[in-house]
């Protein structure tokens, strides 16, 4: 890797960093020849623990770690020291442990991702996507539309989202690739004013940033997709593609190299039906004349 390249171990927070972690213990484990079973009872838990503990979905403690290290037959003091220092570093809380009380728990781990994320696709069927709403046009959905429920919760809420969007104005941002279906260019979310002001964002984002924007015309919505999903995409080879599918009880991470194999068919197929970012930028620009 060049020098000064970006990896999850030096800026993309806890939770890539946490995965990391656990896909390194993994390799360890595997070639030590040691079942999940044993290294369980090692650090008096289960084979479960260790499976969580490798998959990245539970926080590590310095004390397991440095347990599994010894039975791995890691010695080396400098090697101990750094895993260590990693461990330290995944159970840091990251910037959006402030809104922890906005958010659902199925949504933390989505946000600590979106951060490492080298690339993010997205493809919308209702709003525009998070990442590139105005603070107006977020604050009507957030309010479902009426102003009287514009609630200090709710301007929270929109905090929150905004943070988010500064991963785009970073240094080594993320590339963001979102297809939107062309109704939402047409659904007045916020009324007239807020949506001419969307529109005009979504014209600045695209022209000189790290974002591509396409639109699926009214005669090719609907095919190539059944509904809304991400897909994050990552430079670190530890951090494995993954699609992030919400529902109004939850959300699906989806990792498995068949299941990644359907949405990045789905995706491409979705840039092949909507118009080109050029042309998508015309439809953007002769939208917001007509209102």
Avoid: C
Wanted: aromatic share 8%; no cysteine.
């Amino acid at each position: 890797m060049a020098t000064g390249e970006s990896t999850p171990e030096r800026d993309s927070g806890p939770t890539a960093l946490r995965i990391v972690l656990g896909a390194q213990l993994r390799r360890l484990r595997e070639a030590a020849e040691i079942t999940r079973a044993d290294a369980g009872y090692a650090i008096r838990g289960s084979e479960s623990k260790i499976s969580r503990m490798e998959l990245g979905r539970v926080g590590l403690k310095p004390r397991d770690v440095t347990d599994l290290l010894t039975m791995y037959g890691v010695d080396d003091p400098d090697e101990r020291a750094k895993f260590l220092d990693m461990v330290r570093r995944s159970n840091e809380p990251g910037w959006w442990n402030r809104y922890t009380d906005l958010m659902p728990d199925w949504f933390h781990d989505y946000v600590g991702l979106e951060e490492a994320a080298s690339r993010i696709l997205i493809y919308e069927t209702q709003f525009v996507p998070g990442l590139l709403q105005t603070e107006e046009y977020a604050t009507a959905i957030a309010s479902h539309g009426r102003a009287e429920l514009v609630t200090p919760e709710v301007r929270r809420r929109v905090a929150f989202r905004m943070q988010r969007q500064k991963i785009l104005a970073r240094p080594g941002a993320p590339r963001v690739w979102a297809v939107i279906d062309e109704s939402v260019l047409y659904r007045t979310i916020g009324g007239r004013q807020v949506l001419v002001n969307q529109i005009e964002h979504l014209l600045s984002v695209t022209k000189d940033g790290p974002v591509t924007l396409q639109v699926v015309p009214f005669p090719l919505a609907g095919y190539a997709a059944k509904g809304p999903f991400a897909m994050l995409r990552f430079g670190e080879p530890d951090l494995p593609d993954i699609v992030y599918l919400e529902h109004l009880a939850g959300a699906l991470y989806l990792d498995k190299l068949e299941e990644l194999e359907i949405y990045s068919r789905v995706f491409d197929r979705l840039t092949v039906d909507a118009e080109t970012p050029d042309r998508s930028r015309q439809l953007l620009a002769k939208r917001r004349a007509e209102l």
